[in-house]
């Protein structure tokens, strides 16, 4: 029964009967989507952890795709244990809900239940991994041993330096990508050390990179019927954001300094002290700047010599910034903006994380959702950045407690009985 499955889902003949029981799994599971969702049909399986992996995934999942997150008995996704501040019943890691809505977990021992990830990779259309390269095939799982008998699957690994070169076997967090990366040294204080930016930008860019090679490699394998490879890591992502301050250097040997919250070619653009805390303004033309000196009655600013353009600005910054800070520091951040209400030029308060989710605006969109726990009643999640007028794109379940749905999965997708489960149970081959 199972041979004849694989073959008909390796050579793509999707039956009524397979769509019939793909249904009846979807229905029953905690994941739910519907053919308004693009990725509805589309399953993936997901072997990655921490952020950038799991942030590829979860983009995927938002989308419809089916998500089975396999994880390590017993320990599960590193990320769960990133606290505090943790939930009070299931333990988890508040961290861990960032990155793990409408997922199924599975918890299966990779060594010692090789066959059982077989059967599953069989069943799947794209695999994402985020192992250091080589650490699979020790489990049959590389890519030229699962392509072999599979060859419609998408394999999407994603690495701290990618599959070659000298760094390739290194393994690779955020901070350190964005520290070999340059990242770092471009960011902080003027005057200060380097710094890091206070979330994991390089992992969310890399699993942004890998959610768009993925939605590709579909769109290919449709004209193709063949499945590829697809190597991201955090380095090529960091190196690619690195924009205008990397070109600046490759073609025109333009060393990067740290600016703060300043810009190196604009002036102004940067925050300023108010009254009651820092507001960030930004004018990224003349025309702009002119509105900028109208609104704080100093319009003859604009017309001096040395302000005129963005290029004088940019050679006066510190005598211009001075006289506007000198200005801005005399009312309130509220106060200013309801000043600034229409302007050319753009203005916000920089922001506590409290202020973000009270902000009227981001009520108003209704972005942050309350999705069902299932042993820690609701939990809340920041909703999908991007809507379709055709589509649904939607944070539907809460992350999931590790090896929730690991019997729904083995024995609804893989045929597995009772007694099979209990006996995997009891080896410790699957929690």
């Known amino acids: 029964m199972w041979v004849t499955r694989f073959l008909l889902h390796r050579n793509g003949a999707l039956t009524q009967s397979w769509r019939s029981f793909a249904s009846a799994h979807n229905n029953n599971s905690n994941a739910t989507a519907t053919e308004k969702h693009p990725l509805q049909g589309v399953r993936i399986l997901d ?58 977990s599975v918890c299966i021992d990779m060594k010692r239940g090789q066959h059982i990830m077989q059967e599953l990779v069989q069943q799947a259309d794209v695999l994402v991994e985020n192992y250091v390269p080589g650490t699979l ?21 994603i690495s701290g330096y990618g599959s070659t070169g000298p760094y390739s076997k290194r393994p690779g967090y955020d901070v350190i990508a964005s520290s070999v990366g340059g990242l770092l040294h471009i960011t902080g204080e003027r005057s200060g050390p380097p710094s890091k930016v206070g979330v994991a930008v390089t992992d969310v860019a890399t699993g942004l990179y890998a959610h768009g090679a993925i ?25 690619s954001m690195l924009i205008n301050v990397g070109s600046n250097y490759l073609n025109a040997g333009v060393e990067a300094k740290r600016w ?60 211009l910034v001075e006289q506007l800070a000198s200005i801005l520091v005399r009312q309130t951040n ?8 229409g302007a050319t030029f753009v203005a916000g308060p920089v922001n506590s994380i409290r202020e973000v989710f009270e902000d009227e605006h981001i009520q108003a969109i209704g972005l942050v959702k309350t999705l069902p726990h299932a042993l820690d009643g609701g939990v809340k999640v920041v909703g999908p950045a991007v809507e379709f007028s055709e589509a649904h794109n939607d944070a539907r379940t809460a992350p999931p407690i590790l090896g929730e749905h690991t019997n729904s999965v083995l024995s609804q997708l893989l045929g597995y009985k009772p007694e099979q489960l209990a006996e995997l149970r009891e080896q410790r081959i699957i929690q």
């Open 260 to 319: 703060g919250t300043a810009h190196s070619s604009i002036v102004p653009y940067q925050s300023f002290k108010t009254a009651d805390g820092y507001l960030t303004i930004g004018a990224g033309s003349d025309a702009q700047f002119l509105d900028l000196c109208q609104r704080l009655n100093i319009e003859e600013l604009a017309a001096e010599e040395q302000y005129k353009t963005n290029k004088d600005r940019v050679q006066y910054r510190e005598q």
């Open 137 to 157: 095939e020790r489990y049959g799982l590389g890519y030229q041993q699962l392509s072999s008998v599979h060859p419609k699957l998408i394999y999407c690994t």
């Open 215 to 239: 939605l590709a490699a579909l769109l290919q394998r449709q004209r193709t019927q063949r499945g590829q490879k697809i190597d991201v890591n955090l380095l090529s992502t960091c190196c």
């Open 334 to 341: 509220k106060q200013w903006m309801q000043l600034f209400e």
């Open 47 to 104: 072997l990655t952890r921490i952020v950038a992996g799991p942030y590829c995934t979860m983009l995927l999942a938002d989308l419809g795709a089916e998500v089975i997150k396999v994880e390590r008995p017993h320990f599960g996704d590193e990320s769960r244990k990133w606290g505090p501040p943790f939930l009070e019943q299931s333990g988890d890691a508040t961290y861990y809900l960032a990155c793990n809505r409408n997922k199924q």
